[in-house]
């Protein structure tokens, strides 16, 4: 019987090893992805590399030491760490020292004393696996703190960044404001004067007036997302409410410039790699994986609970109990138990099988991972180049427009065009350069989500 036990629980020691398949194409069949994928990728790049703004540099480093998120994911780690120093101790025996002593009296008899100074052992000998797939599930367990940490890490650069570039954006959209304010305002103060010269018609006043206040409004909403975009900032980097140093639109030469393009998306930008090295970097691929180590091994501690327990217990120590006189004498005991489940009222079958599903379930859950960050890196490829071609047609949109404004002015001085047609063209103009600001800054934003998406940002 012995014998037997031992053969059917060879599988119990058992290492894990991978065999969920990845579905193909994870980056997609299109034209755009094939001739995107190379040997490397930009999420090689540190994330110092990739950002190579000094203040935004500054503001990651702030971050990373003192965001709460990942604080508590680096704790987690370190519990992690001491749950596994806990499941490799307890292949060791354990040790108590439980003196104890008594004094009894039978119907007013001279009183009885008693004493034990005994040291007890007790060691589980791990037999059929179980403590050992107990502290490998911790070990997959300590691999899921630390994959958690690096999400958060990359997360954390990510939305910092964007936040940044967002707060850039504000600045550079309130610039044009305050430009079209200026300039609105003159054409104002001319309308009136011809007005009260009799040259123009009241309408005229007014709804130049009318646009003017819509710019005044526009900079009161810009100012008030500038605060909030600041909070946001300060809120990760677990700071009071304050400004926030940043460079403007245009100084940092790779990421924005408002007359050159976008440095941004060029050719080395947008490397993707190959797509088994983004399964490698992504934490959250990396961490799926370790979900399903972990449910393994305990599956086979689940299955180990069908197998005997074998305990070795021991008792050694200076007592007078058992008849013996004083002085107390050395007292030794080891006894050997063997527990072998009968009937457990299905407890026994029942956890094996939640364990089995278990494992199951999160084997689906890893190819599903699998298929959604193959869909981010897609989605992000595309509004890569969707903003980059975008952002020829937003400038050329600008120049095109900046011209017609003032061509309609000049038509206008000389009589030949109406103040509404003016008002158009600024209007016209000023959206324009609203959106080419904005286009800007959904490329930036794509391009930060790409380099995530492949797991970059993690070192």
């Known amino acids: 019987m012995f014998a037997g036990l031992m053969l059917s629980g ?100 001279k009183a009885t004393k008693s004493y034990s100074i005994p040291l007890d052992v007790s060691w589980d ?170 449910a393994f091994y305990n599956v086979q501690a689940a299955r180990a609970a069908f197998f005997p327990s074998i305990t070795l217990t021991g008792e050694a120590g200076w007592t007078n109990n058992g008849g013996l006189v004083d002085p107390g004498k050395l007292l030794l005991q080891l006894v050997g138990q063997l527990s072998q489940p009968i009937f457990a009222r299905g407890q026994i079958n029942a956890n094996y099988k939640m364990a089995q599903l278990t494992e199951e379930n999160l084997k689906k859950k890893y190819v599903q991972a699998v298929v959604d960050a193959g869909n981010q890196v897609n989605e992000a490829i595309a509004d890569c180049r969707a903003a980059r071609e975008n952002h020829d047609y937003y400038h050329r949109q600008v120049e095109v427009l900046h011209e017609a404004y003032v061509g309609t002015h000049e038509l206008m001085d000389n009589g030949k065009a109406a103040y509404l047609e003016v008002l158009t063209a600024q209007e016209s103009l000023l959206n324009a350069q609203l959106n080419e600001a904005s286009n800007m800054y959904n490329g930036a934003q794509a391009i930060i989500s790409l380099y995530i998406a492949l797991g970059g940002g993690t070192k």
């Open 125 to 294: 000998v791990d037999v059929f696996g179980s403590l050992r797939n107990k502290k490998r599930a911790a070990k997959a367990a300590l691999l899921q703190a630390q994959m958690t940490e690096e999400s958060t890490r990359s997360n954390l650069i990510s939305t910092l960044a964007q936040e940044y570039f967002y707060l850039q954006l504000l600045d550079r959209e309130l610039d044009i404001l305050m430009e079209t304010d200026s300039l609105w305002k003159a054409s104002l103060d001319t309308q009136q004067a011809l007005y009260e010269n009799g040259q123009a018609y009241s309408t005229a006043v007014n709804q130049q007036e009318s646009s003017w206040l819509d710019v005044k409004l526009q900079i009161v909403a810009i100012k008030r997302a500038i605060r909030s975009t600041e909070n946001e900032i300060c809120s990760l980097l677990c700071i009071t409410p304050q400004s926030i140093q940043r460079s403007h639109w245009g100084v940092d030469e790779d990421y924005h410039s408002a007359t050159e393009g976008q440095r941004l998306f060029e050719e080395r930008y947008m490397k993707v790699g190959v797509p088994a090295m983004m399964l490698e970097r992504r934490p959250d691929i990396r961490l799926a994986n370790y979900y399903i180590e972990e």
């Open 10 to 109: 060879c599988g119990l020691y058992n290492n894990y090893e991978k065999t969920v398949q990845e579905p193909e194409g994870v980056f997609g069949s299109t034209q755009d992805i094939t001739s995107a994928t190379s040997e490397t990728s930009i999420a090689d790049m540190s994330w110092r590399e990739f950002f190579t703004d000094p203040l935004l540099q500054q503001l990651i480093e702030q971050a990373l030491a003192n965001n709460t998120d990942l604080n508590s994911a680096r704790i987690n780690v370190e519990k992690s760490q001491i749950a596994l120093r806990t499941k490799k101790l307890a292949f060791l025996p354990s040790l108590y020292f439980s003196p104890q002593g008594s004094l009894s009296s039978f119907d007013g008899a």
